[in-house]
């Protein structure tokens, strides 16, 4: 089941949730009116905007800790990116006709 009421969501946020027809919709609506129903790709939704805020952008300050993680993050993807394509060069792999497969299959 989906939760009654969610915290503000963002229009990509929305999109991911719900799809993109459903935030079409939804981003249309004036608050504090019932509205609907409304497809998403869940069902059909009453739904109701109890308040709107533009858009801005967020000081470094408030991104800080994410922008660290997403560094560390990709640092380690790429280190081991790297392991992995130096243990694939250690090794030749040659695949023989009528050799079966890992699976059994010819």
């Known amino acids: 089941m989906l939760p009654s009421d969610y ?26 009116q019932w509205e609907g129903p409304i497809a998403s790709s869940h069902g059909y939704h009453l739904v109701r905007v109890t308040e709107r805020t533009e858009p801005r952008k967020p000081t470094l300050d408030e991104v800080h800790d994410r922008v660290a993680a997403d560094l560390t993050a990709s640092r380690r993807r790429d280190a081991e990116a790297a392991q992995y394509a130096a243990l694939r060069a250690r090794y030749k792999i040659v695949i023989e006709d009528g050799v079966p497969d890992t699976r059994g299959r010819r």
């Open 7 to 32: 915290a503000p969501k963002s229009r990509q946020e929305l999109a991911e949730l719900f799809g993109p027809q459903f935030v079409n919709e939804v981003f249309a609506l004036s608050p504090g």
